[in-house]
């Protein structure tokens, strides 16, 4: 699965321009939260998913592992 938060971070005008005001981009991090929040494919939502990912084939890996 493809990581699209670096691209939207950098293309985002509050948050990828460097001299952004903290207030800013505070606000725009929490907009971007609550569009997650109701989005299951949001590119936030990226790497939660990767990481659930990896945790369901390391519980799968333990379950062939035990003996039956």
């Known amino acids: 699965m493809k990581n699209r938060m670096q691209e939207n971070i950098k293309n985002n005008p509050v948050l990828g321009n460097p ?6 981009v505070r606000a725009e991090v929490h907009r971007l939260q609550s569009e997650a929040a109701k989005n299951p494919d949001h590119w ?14 390391k519980l799968e890996q333990i379950k062939q592992s035990q003996p039956k």
């Open 44 to 57: 936030i939502n990226d790497g939660l998913k990767k990481h659930f990912e990896e945790e369901r084939q």
């Open 19 to 24: 001299n952004s005001d903290v207030v800013a």
